[in-house]
T-cell receptor, first 116, second 114 residues
Framework: AQSVTQLDSHVSVSEGTPVLLRCNYS??????LFWYVQHPNKGLQLLLK??????LVKGINGFEAEFKKSETSFHLTKPSAHMSDAAEYFC??????????????FGKGTKLSVKP | NAGVMQNPRHLVRRRGQEARLRCSPMKGHSHVYWYRQLPEEGLKFMVY????????ESGMPKERFSAEFPKEGPSILRIQQVVRGDSAAYFCASSPGQGNTEAFFGQGTRLTVV
């Protein structure tokens, strides 16, 4: 069965410094992987997705993630944090195309704080 | 093109009442998914529907919860005889169709049972 583990429940960085949010997954098949962001009292916004094309995936707002099969990881990074990046980030795995099974497995989330 | 619309945004119900949560998918999307987010938790899949059909309800509690996506109108998640443990944020997502792996989420309905 597929699962997702986000290794840090809370990450705090200073503005302008790099961001690293860690995610490990477990999957029986080649997974589709996603990162979503949730700002306070807002819905979820897709940051980026990996669906077996390039292993380095670029997303919105300067974020990117690298799929490493040997490490079963899909860590999210950004070179320089901005105050507006403060939010909760969810790593998500799906073993099937969404329309086939419709079951996204969410990690518990990592809250990112950005200090001025 | 409006995004996924959920209403109400906030809903307060007393124990034993019914809660109805509505979700209008993005234009052109025929697949709807409902997720529940408990405090300090990630989202948990509840149910996947296409127009007039329930495709996968493996995440739905066996009692009191039901969902529909009629031919016309929004998808409805219905919770009968609510209890305090039903308090959560309920998110709806939609996608265009089979094989598309991207879901677009609404802003959620925050249900509080008092």
């Amino acid at each position: 069965a597929q699962s997702v583990t986000q290794l840090d429940s809370h990450v705090s960085v200073s503005e302008g410094t790099p961001v690293l949010l860690r995610c490990n997954y477990s999957s029986s098949y080649s997974p589709s992987l996603f990162w979503y962001v949730q700002h306070p009292n807002k819905g979820l916004q897709l940051l980026l997705k990996y669906t077996s094309a390039a292993t380095l995936v670029k997303g919105i707002n300067g974020f990117e993630a690298e799929f490493k099969k040997s490490e079963t990881s899909f860590h999210l990074t950004k070179p320089s944090a901005h105050m507006s990046d403060a939010a909760e980030y969810f790593c998500v795995v799906s073993d099937q195309p969404l329309g086939s099974q419709g079951n996204l497995i969410f990690g518990k989330g990592t809250k990112l704080s950005v200090k001025p | 093109n409006a995004g996924v619309m959920q209403n109400p945004r906030h809903l307060v119900r007393r124990r034993g009442q019914e809660a109805r949560l509505r979700c209008s998918p993005m234009k052109g999307h025929s697949h709807v998914y409902w997720y529940r987010q408990l405090p300090e938790e990630g989202l948990k899949f509840m149910v996947y529907l296409q127009k007039e059909n329930i495709i996968d309800e493996s995440g739905m509690p066996k009692e009191r919860f039901s969902a529909e996506f009629p031919k016309e109108g929004p998808s409805i998640l219905r919770i009968q005889q609510v209890v305090r443990g039903d308090s959560a944020a309920y998110f709806c997502a939609s996608s265009p169709g089979q094989g598309n792996t991207e879901a677009f989420f609404g802003q959620g309905t925050r249900l509080t049972v008092v």
